[in-house]
């Protein structure tokens, strides 16, 4: 409403403070003011009269310029500001300033107070400004551009609201806003209030190279930013009623002032404009440029939603509902705080809530994702300026000041989610949206062994320039990541976090909060070390409430990420125990550098881990004890790829520190955005731009095609047709060709120098670390108490997913095996139930199909299967049994009913690995190799790493959390093919199976059996594998005699064994000594899904079709048994007499038992199933 439209019953001006002040608060409680809002046509002609006056003020000002008249009003300001902070009470929101004992404010400011109050356009942000109105925030390092769209006028009764659209440019990056008309006389008012401000000294202006300032519109600045001539007179502008508020005069007077405060240094660094123009400490990256969609002041509160899925705002039953259920279920009571002003920032896939603007820190963050709803409205709010946002885990309340700018806000957020894949659903139930390469940047790179992963993750932390995400089941702060450790001391974990976070990277740490009294973690002791490293290094151990700690289940992810940029997940913890080379030493030798320091070297199966504050100090005496080598499997992600795993650690960061009792010191983390989508057009190679060649470049020369450090005729492309063709034919591991960094639309940072030889090598190396371009997506098990979202499983349905689809070949690593078949409902996941299946199928339709499993001879706990404490190993290793060989539910005996005469040995056989010494000087020894590895490869195209391991702990989603990703070729190996040729593999699932051949079978590339076991579903291959892993076992087994072996059905057989044992010659019996006391003072701890967890034994079914190897397999070992697995069974005469047969050994493959202790109940009664599944 205009003011000429007022009656004039209510145009009296306000003739006192008092009444100043309540006009003021009315008018700012009915929404965005504009300053045709003058209570009459009295209070207009006096605001002209003001205006005029302070205009003729201005020209005095100007003729005179006298220095020592600027000092005086500059003093002025200062002493108005101070009055203003000062006497000026909390409960008003304007800038007025009042005389405590007179009641009135000061005759020299009353014009513009009273201007202001009508104009102020939100109490909240007056109210921020009151304290921090002159504080600067380096947002911008140059003007940005600005231009008047144009302007809109629209009746919201009982008021007008006018506002203007607005687009600025800052660097390469545009955006639009909406700035009202009360908020550019708001704008007006405050220069106007704050000389110090519009009268900058020249040497603050923002001056480009020549030493000429420019102005955003390009226009040379040919007077002193200081002078008063510069600014627009508004007065028309604010004058003006209606439609005229947005004609073309009126939208030029606003260029103009918006011109002249973007080159004032100390304006455009005022929270006032960075508000105006929707800007914030948080909104620009280097990385990924413009963060946010929208930003403004809002009321915002934000509460754990359990598990509800349709929450309302009635505020008493929602508060006492909540802390009930939330007290039954185990989530930390939420008290609903009042709603606090708070600069909240739209994102693309998320929104932030900060303090304030000048704040990097998320306080909170709200993740979109498949359970997102939005809802507004007096129905369901309770109120036109309120806003309800949900996700899976929480709900984010906001308030605006009036229901046009809620009605922006709730517009945009809906668009975004919309068009989020983040708030759809995906495949395989997960969170995560597959990425493939032929859109964005997808790598991937396999690791076998922690020789390789721990290298590669200490050049990944090495290089981090934002943060470090590290979370673990375990995290040991003195682990090495380079081996020899002596050599390398500064890859000490603990120590390269010191470094990076006094570079200012910040690090977060998410460990698994243990049971102390299950296991000697001692996470407390990790948390400590990191604590004390520096302030940019945040230590979580998680679960931080009670009901957890009863214990069940525990955090088993490996996840190391770092800038949310390259992330690695696989089975490897940074901990004891883990590194390990393809080798599998079991000793570390003496006359070298050591490999395993203090309780890096370690045996699970002689003695479990203590005193690990302690790390200096041996566990077991190395000189005469084997180590238990460590197989294992990790993956490098770069990319899209990534980034999802950051966001998982991002998620359960953020829930984690909002069920903490103390949780202050703490925020939340914001995901980056994704990388955008990349579009080459390959019939215009013209439009490539010289970074892009560079990064072909590169690869021509990592491929042999050319030299990067040519000279300066093969730097460039003498042909566009050979550059097209390089793009489109992105058929090798590492391709650059479309590769983007996290810029969005740029690719990645390579040297701009030509001439740098040195650093196209770096690049060069950097290519080759980034392995292969791959489709993707990330998996994982999450549900309630361990990530705040419903039940997810999605690990579980892709490996039901791939074997149901698997063509010819299923090769499976795991350090468990317990799984069930239709209808079981002591197992509830079906990963066996979908290999009977297939085979069933492969059986009936004559197809050739094998699957191959690798799994521990037996599991990591200490003692004798018949020892008293030994529940958890035997627990483990019935389950294991009733899942492949014994019992109606079990895989053989399923197929032994369905396929009739064919033979399940034809199709399915599992394997073990095991490794011997013969030092010189020493008796010889054996130790299995303890397989850890949690990976899947199908058909040698597609391929499943992580932490998850096929049991019920890992797979159920409501167990323990778990994150995985599937991986799928995108190119063809050339020359290579499955089934006699009927099937082509991919580069990576291909490499990866061979490179594990290489370790297990002990074959090298280019040998005959190395080509032969290219194809493992050729008959002759298949049944050569078998025939091999049957001779080493049997070596083993005639040399040492060592468990398990199918000669040993029942526990007497063990004691028998070993009290015939007991009459051997001592003299060689030091290292069955030192074990037995390692046992006798060990005991059995409670099963967990740990590292070194579970394995099993199998049961008294043929492994080799073969009869010559099916009667090897019935060949029992005279040989006397003990109950660890590592000890040397036979007399150090008999094992020097039959050592000579270890040469015969090839590989580490051996036969997996499965008779042994057949006819035992091994299952423990006094403990629920749910402890060893």
Same mark, same amino acid.
């Given at each position: 409403?205009?003011?000429t439209e007022?009656?004039?019953?209510?145009?009296?001006?306000p003739?006192s403070?008092t009444?100043?002040?309540?006009?003021?608060k009315?008018?700012?409680?009915?929404?965005?003011?504009?300053?045709?809002?003058?209570?009459?046509?009295? %209070?207009? =002609?006096?605001? $002209? *009269?003001e205006l005029?006056? &302070?205009? /003729? #003020?201005?020209e +005095?000002? !100007?003729? @005179? %310029?006298? =220095?020592h008249? $600027? *000092?005086?009003?500059?003093? &002025?300001a /200062? #002493?108005q500001? +101070?009055? !203003?902070q @000062?006497?000026?009470?909390?409960?008003?929101?304007?800038?007025?300033?009042?005389?405590?004992?007179?009641?009135?404010?000061?005759?020299?400011t009353?014009?513009?107070?009273?201007?202001?109050?009508?104009?102020s356009?939100?109490?909240?942000?007056?109210?921020?400004?009151?304290?921090?109105?002159?504080?600067?925030?380096?947002?911008?390092?140059?003007p940005?551009?600005?231009?008047?769209?144009?302007?809109?006028?629209?009746?919201?009764?009982?008021?007008?609201?006018?506002?203007?659209?607005?687009?600025?440019?800052?660097?390469?990056?545009?955006?639009?806003v909406?700035i009202s008309?009360s908020?550019?006389?708001?704008?007006?008012?405050?220069?106007?209030?704050?000389?110090?401000?519009?009268?900058?000294?020249?040497s603050?202006?923002?001056?480009?190279?020549?030493?000429?300032g420019?102005?955003?519109?390009?226009?040379?600045?040919?007077?002193?930013?200081?002078?008063d001539?510069?600014w627009?007179?508004l007065?028309?502008?604010?004058?003006?009623?209606?439609?005229?508020?947005?004609?073309?005069?009126?939208i030029?007077?606003?260029?103009?002032?918006?011109?002249?405060?973007?080159q004032?240094?100390?304006?455009?660094?005022?929270?006032?404009v960075?508000?105006?123009?929707?800007?914030?400490?948080?909104?620009?990256?280097?990385?990924?440029?413009?963060?946010?969609?929208?930003?403004g002041?809002?009321?915002?509160?934000?509460?754990?939603?359990?598990?509800?899925?349709?929450?309302?705002?009635?505020?008493?039953?929602?508060?006492w509902?909540?802390?009930?259920?939330?007290?039954?279920?185990?989530?930390?009571?939420?008290?609903?705080?009042?709603?606090?002003?708070?600069?909240v920032?739209?994102?693309?896939?998320?929104?932030?809530?900060?303090?304030?603007?000048?704040?990097?820190?998320?306080?909170?963050?709200?993740?979109?994702?498949?359970?997102?709803?939005?809802?507004?409205?007096l129905?369901?709010?309770?109120?036109?300026?309120t806003?309800?946002v949900?996700?899976a885990?929480?709900v984010?309340q906001?308030?605006?000041?009036s229901?046009?700018v809620?009605?922006?806000?709730?517009?945009?957020?809906?668009?975004?989610?919309d068009?989020?894949n983040?708030?759809?659903?995906?495949?395989d139930?997960?969170?995560?949206?597959?990425?493939?390469?032929?859109?964005?940047?997808?790598?991937?790179?396999?690791?076998?062994?922690g020789?390789?992963?721990?290298?590669a993750?200490?050049?990944?932390?090495?290089?981090?320039?934002?943060?470090?995400?590290?979370?673990?089941?375990?995290?040991?702060?003195?682990?090495?990541?380079?081996?020899?450790?002596?050599?390398?001391?500064?890859?000490?974990?603990d120590?390269?976090?010191?470094k990076?976070?006094?570079?200012?990277?910040r690090?977060?740490?998410?460990?698994?909060?243990?049971?102390?009294?299950?296991?000697?973690?001692?996470?407390?002791?990790s948390?400590?070390?990191?604590?004390?490293?520096?302030?940019?290094?945040?230590?979580?151990?998680?679960?931080?409430?009670?009901?957890?700690?009863?214990?069940l289940?525990?955090?088993?992810?490996?996840?190391?990420?770092?800038d949310?940029?390259?992330?690695?997940?696989?089975?490897?913890?940074?901990?004891?125990?883990?590194?390990?080379?393809?080798?599998?030493?079991?000793?570390?030798?003496?006359?070298?550098?050591?490999?395993?320091?203090?309780?890096?070297y370690s045996?699970?199966?002689?003695?479990?881990?203590?005193?690990?504050?302690?790390?200096?100090?041996?566990?077991?005496d190395?000189?005469?004890?084997?180590?238990?080598?460590?197989?294992d499997?990790?993956?490098?992600?770069?990319?899209?790829?990534a980034?999802?795993?950051a966001?998982?650690?991002?998620?359960?960061?953020?829930?984690?520190?909002?069920?903490?009792k103390?949780s202050?010191?703490?925020?939340?983390l914001?995901?980056m955005?994704?990388?955008a989508?990349?579009?080459?057009?390959k019939?215009?190679?013209?439009?490539?731009t010289?970074?892009?060649?560079?990064?072909?470049?590169?690869?021509r020369?990592?491929?042999?095609?050319s030299?990067?450090?040519?000279?300066?005729g093969?730097?460039?492309?003498?042909?566009?047709?050979?550059?097209?063709r390089?793009?489109?034919?992105?058929?090798i591991?590492?391709d650059?060709s479309?590769?983007q960094?996290?810029?969005?639309?740029t690719?990645?940072?390579?040297?701009?120098?030509?001439?740098?030889?040195?650093a196209?090598?770096?690049?060069?190396?950097?290519?080759?670390?980034?392995?292969?371009?791959?489709?993707?997506?990330?998996l994982?098990?999450?549900?309630?108490?361990s990530?705040?979202?419903?039940?997810e499983r999605?690990?579980?349905?892709?490996?039901?997913?791939?074997?149901?689809?698997?063509k010819?070949?299923?090769?499976?690593?795991?350090?468990?095996f317990?799984?069930?078949?239709?209808?079981?409902?002591?197992?509830?996941?079906?990963?066996?139930?979908?290999l009977?299946?297939?085979?069933?199928?492969?059986?009936?339709?004559?197809e050739?199909?094998?699957?191959?499993?690798?799994?521990?001879?037996?599991p990591?706990?200490?003692?004798?299967?018949?020892?008293?404490?030994?529940?958890?190993?035997?627990?483990?290793?019935?389950?294991?049994?009733?899942?492949i060989?014994?019992?109606?539910n079990?895989?053989?005996?399923?197929?032994?009913?369905?396929?009739?005469?064919?033979?399940?040995f034809?199709?399915?056989?599992?394997?073990?690995?095991?490794?011997?010494?013969?030092?010189?000087g020493?008796?010889?020894?054996?130790?299995?190799?303890?397989?850890?590895?949690?990976?899947?490869?199908?058909?040698?195209?597609?391929?499943i790493?992580?932490?998850?391991?096929?049991?019920?702990?890992?797979?159920?989603?409501?167990?323990?959390?778990?994150?995985?990703?599937?991986?799928?070729?995108?190119?063809?190996?050339?020359?290579?093919?499955l089934?006699?040729?009927?099937?082509?593999?991919?580069?990576?699932?291909?490499?990866?199976r061979?490179?594990?051949?290489?370790?297990?079978?002990?074959?090298?590339p280019?040998?005959?059996?190395?080509?032969?076991?290219?194809?493992?579903?050729?008959k002759?291959?298949w049944?050569?594998?078998q025939?091999?892993?049957?001779?080493?076992?049997?070596?083993?087994?005639?040399?040492?005699?060592?468990?398990?072996?199918?000669?040993?059905?029942?526990?007497a057989?063990?004691?028998?064994?070993?009290?015939?044992?007991?009459?051997?010659?001592t003299?060689?019996?030091?290292?069955?000594?030192?074990?037995?006391?390692?046992?006798?003072?060990?005991?059995?701890?409670?099963?967990d899904?740990?590292?070194?967890?579970?394995?099993?034994?199998?049961?008294?079914?043929?492994?080799?079709?073969?009869?010559?190897?099916?009667a090897r397999?019935?060949?029992?070992?005279?040989?006397?048994f003990?109950g660890?697995?590592?000890?040397?069974?036979?007399?150090?005469?008999?094992?020097?007499?039959k050592?000579?047969?270890?040469?015969?050994?090839q590989?580490?493959?051996?036969?997996?038992?499965?008779e042994?202790?057949?006819?035992?109940?091994l299952?423990?009664?006094?403990?629920?199933?749910?402890l060893?599944?």
């Amino acid at each position: 409403m205009s003011p000429t439209e007022q009656p004039e019953a209510t145009s009296s001006p306000p003739n006192s403070a008092t009444d100043a002040v309540n006009t003021a608060k009315q008018q700012l409680e009915d929404g965005d003011q504009d300053a045709q809002e003058l209570q009459g046509q009295q %209070q207009q =002609e006096e605001l $002209q *009269e003001e205006l005029l006056g &302070e205009q /003729e #003020q201005s020209e +005095e000002h !100007q003729e @005179e %310029q006298s =220095e020592h008249h $600027q *000092e005086e009003e500059q003093q &002025e300001a /200062e #002493q108005q500001e +101070e009055e !203003q902070q @000062e006497e000026q009470p909390r409960a008003h929101r304007g800038f007025s300033v009042f005389n405590t004992t007179t009641g009135h404010a000061p005759a020299s400011t009353a014009a513009a107070d009273r201007a202001r109050l009508v104009s102020s356009e939100s109490s909240d942000f007056f109210d921020f400004l009151r304290h921090h109105s002159d504080d600067h925030i380096h947002v911008f390092d140059e003007p940005p551009e600005v231009r008047v769209l144009g302007g809109r006028s629209e009746e919201s009764w009982p008021t007008r609201y006018v506002e203007y659209d607005v687009e600025l440019k800052y660097k390469a990056f545009k955006w639009k806003v909406e700035i009202s008309k009360s908020s550019i006389s708001s704008l007006w008012f405050y220069i106007k209030s704050r000389p110090h401000l519009r009268h900058a000294p020249s040497s603050a202006a923002f001056m480009p190279a020549d030493g000429h300032g420019v102005g955003s519109s390009g226009v040379p600045e040919a007077t002193p930013l200081s002078s008063d001539s510069r600014w627009p007179q508004l007065r028309k502008l604010f004058l003006a009623t209606g439609e005229k508020c947005v004609s073309p005069e009126m939208i030029a007077l606003v260029q103009q002032l918006l011109d002249t405060v973007v080159q004032v240094p100390r304006l455009l660094r005022s929270p006032y404009v960075a508000a105006l123009f929707q800007v914030s400490n948080s909104t620009f990256d280097d990385e990924m440029g413009r963060t946010s969609v929208r930003e403004g002041w809002l009321k915002a509160r934000f509460w754990l939603k359990g598990n509800r899925e349709n929450v309302r705002i009635n505020r008493a039953s929602m508060a006492w509902d909540n802390e009930f259920f939330n007290c039954m279920c185990v989530v930390k009571r939420v008290n609903l705080r009042a709603k606090s002003l708070c600069w909240v920032s739209l994102k693309t896939s998320s929104i932030a809530i900060y303090d304030s603007i000048e704040d990097t820190n998320a306080r909170k963050a709200f993740l979109f994702d498949k359970k997102f709803n939005i809802e507004r409205g007096l129905a369901t709010t309770g109120s036109t300026t309120t806003l309800l946002v949900t996700n899976a885990t929480y709900v984010l309340q906001m308030e605006a000041k009036s229901k046009q700018v809620l009605k922006k806000w709730a517009n945009d957020i809906r668009r975004v989610a919309d068009a989020s894949n983040w708030s759809q659903s995906h495949r395989d139930g997960s969170f995560a949206i597959p990425r493939s390469p032929a859109h964005m940047t997808s790598f991937a790179q396999w690791y076998v062994d922690g020789h390789g992963a721990y290298e590669a993750m200490f050049h990944a932390i090495q290089s981090a320039k934002k943060e470090i995400f590290i979370a673990g089941w375990w995290v040991c702060p003195s682990i090495h990541l380079l081996r020899p450790a002596e050599q390398y001391p500064e890859s000490r974990l603990d120590l390269m976090l010191k470094k990076k976070a006094e570079e200012g990277v910040r690090v977060y740490v998410l460990m698994y909060k243990e049971i102390a009294m299950a296991l000697t973690l001692n996470s407390l002791y990790s948390k400590q070390v990191f604590d004390e490293l520096h302030k940019n290094v945040h230590v979580l151990r998680d679960p931080d409430f009670l009901m957890k700690q009863l214990g069940l289940w525990s955090h088993h992810e490996k996840i190391v990420s770092v800038d949310q940029r390259v992330s690695f997940v696989g089975g490897l913890d940074l901990c004891f125990g883990r590194w390990d080379t393809h080798g599998h030493e079991l000793f570390d030798e003496p006359e070298k550098p050591t490999n395993f320091v203090g309780k890096d070297y370690s045996n699970p199966r002689v003695k479990d881990f203590i005193e690990v504050d302690r790390p200096d100090e041996d566990m077991i005496d190395r000189n005469v004890v084997p180590r238990m080598p460590w197989h294992d499997c990790h993956c490098r992600l770069e990319g899209q790829p990534a980034r999802d795993v950051a966001r998982h650690f991002v998620q359960r960061w953020n829930y984690s520190v909002s069920t903490r009792k103390k949780s202050r010191k703490l925020h939340h983390l914001v995901p980056m955005k994704d990388y955008a989508v990349v579009t080459i057009d390959k019939r215009n190679p013209k439009k490539l731009t010289k970074r892009l060649q560079k990064a072909v470049h590169a690869v021509r020369a990592m491929r042999g095609l050319s030299s990067a450090g040519a000279n300066n005729g093969s730097r460039g492309f003498n042909s566009e047709r050979r550059m097209a063709r390089m793009l489109s034919n992105q058929n090798i591991s590492g391709d650059m060709s479309t590769a983007q960094d996290g810029r969005a639309g740029t690719l990645l940072n390579l040297p701009d120098d030509d001439d740098s030889d040195e650093a196209f090598e770096r690049h060069r190396r950097q290519v080759a670390a980034r392995g292969f371009r791959v489709n993707t997506q990330i998996l994982r098990s999450l549900s309630l108490w361990s990530g705040g979202v419903a039940t997810e499983r999605s690990i579980q349905d892709a490996y039901i997913r791939l074997i149901g689809s698997s063509k010819h070949f299923v090769y499976i690593e795991n350090q468990f095996f317990v799984s069930g078949l239709e209808g079981d409902h002591g197992c509830s996941n079906r990963i066996a139930n979908a290999l009977v299946e297939r085979i069933i199928r492969a059986s009936n339709n004559n197809e050739q199909f094998r699957v191959m499993v690798v799994m521990p001879l037996l599991p990591a706990f200490p003692g004798k299967p018949d020892d008293k404490d030994a529940s958890s190993l035997r627990g483990v290793m019935h389950w294991q049994y009733r899942s492949i060989c014994r019992g109606e539910n079990s895989i053989y005996q399923r197929l032994y009913q369905e396929l009739e005469d064919d033979d399940p040995f034809k199709y399915i056989a599992f394997y073990g690995l095991r490794n011997h010494s013969d030092r010189e000087g020493a008796h010889a020894q054996t130790e299995e190799v303890y397989i850890h590895s949690k990976v899947m490869i199908v058909d040698d195209r597609s391929c499943i790493i992580g932490s998850a391991n096929i049991n019920e702990r890992s797979m159920c989603g409501d167990r323990d959390s778990e994150i995985a990703v599937v991986v799928e070729d995108h190119e063809l190996e050339k020359g290579v093919a499955l089934a006699s040729g009927a099937f082509n593999v991919g580069k990576f699932g291909h490499s990866f199976r061979m490179k594990l051949f290489e370790e297990h079978f002990g074959v090298e590339p280019g040998t005959p059996l190395y080509n032969k076991y290219q194809d493992p579903v050729e008959k002759d291959a298949w049944f050569s594998m078998q025939e091999q892993a049957m001779n080493n076992h049997q070596i083993y087994d005639s040399v040492f005699g060592c468990l398990p072996s199918d000669s040993v059905t029942t526990f007497a057989q063990i004691d028998s064994h070993i009290q015939s044992a007991q009459g051997l010659d001592t003299s060689g019996r030091g290292a069955d000594e030192a074990v037995a006391a390692a046992l006798e003072s060990s005991a059995g701890a409670l099963s967990d899904n740990s590292d070194r967890n579970r394995a099993s034994s199998l049961s008294g079914i043929a492994m080799s079709p073969h009869d010559s190897v099916r009667a090897r397999r019935t060949q029992g070992s005279k040989a006397a048994f003990s109950g660890a697995m590592n000890v040397n069974m036979k007399e150090s005469s008999h094992i020097a007499e039959k050592k000579h047969e270890l040469s015969n050994v090839q590989g580490h493959i051996v036969y997996f038992p499965l008779e042994f202790l057949v006819d035992e109940q091994l299952e423990p009664k006094l403990f629920p199933a749910e402890l060893f599944q």
